[in-house]
């Protein structure tokens, strides 16, 4: 589903991401890992369309992507849950869901009962404010939100960061899940190792960002990863 070669990012003179190769497929999770401050968060932003890339190249479902626009990588099937969850805060939680709308056919746009199903609390909070929510309840409504737009790629970033151990659990249930369906592409990016490494089928890690270590969980050791993600 996702092709990426020597992909390079800058932040006005300072080069964040080397030379970045990759692929992710459907229907498996990749994980892209490493410690604080590597190019992770800047290689979901680049091939989400968010920043710019500088060079390299990127193929969705085989056909190559220039350099696009957020908007446009949006309507061509990706997914983008951004670290933060940059959810609306005074929007309701139906309002916010609906803003997935925007990459659909009008005959589409509706919220699919399939996400009230992975996530409950949504349903029960539809009319709540989404600021008014807890950091766990916006994170699901921000996973929410990328399923409205039946993405082919989906982009995660650091999903359990800060959030309660028993919506860790949850949200690790609907990754799982929607690798199980088949119909899309996962990407991961993940700072907590046990979650990370209990969902993953091909490991990415990076350092100065560069990828120094990736192969599938039956070529790469958990040993072998714990060391590469270590400080």
Request: aromatic content about 6%; proline content about 4%; some cysteine.
């Amino acid at each position: 589903m996702l092709s990426v070669s020597d992909l390079t990012l800058h932040y006005g003179q300072s080069q964040i991401l080397n030379g970045v190769s990759f692929t992710a497929e459907t229907g498996r999770v990749t994980c892209v890992m490493g410690t604080n401050g590597v190019g992770k968060t800047s290689l979901l932003k680049a091939i989400a369309g968010v920043h710019p890339r500088s060079g390299g190249a990127l193929s969705l479902d085989g056909e190559t992507i220039g350099k696009v626009p957020a908007h446009v990588l949006a309507a061509k099937g990706v997914g983008y849950v951004p670290q933060g969850r940059d959810i609306f805060p005074l929007l309701t939680v139906r309002e916010n869901l609906e803003t997935g709308f925007a990459t659909l056919p009008r005959g589409e746009r509706a919220v699919p009962d399939e996400i009230y199903e992975l996530f409950p609390v949504l349903k029960e909070m539809d009319g709540r404010r989404g600021g008014d929510l807890s950091g766990g309840q916006q994170q699901q409504l921000s996973i929410g939100r990328a399923l409205v737009t039946r993405p082919k790629l989906l982009l995660l970033d650091e999903p359990t960061e800060g959030i309660q151990p028993n919506i860790i659990t949850q949200i690790g249930k609907v990754i799982d899940y929607l690798r199980q369906q088949g119909q899309m592409a996962i990407v991961l990016v993940e700072q907590y190792f046990d979650f990370a490494y209990g969902l993953a089928d091909e490991f990415v890690v990076m350092e100065r960002g560069a990828v120094t270590l990736a192969g599938s969980r039956d070529a790469v050791s958990r040993d072998a990863l714990v060391d590469a993600v270590s400080v």
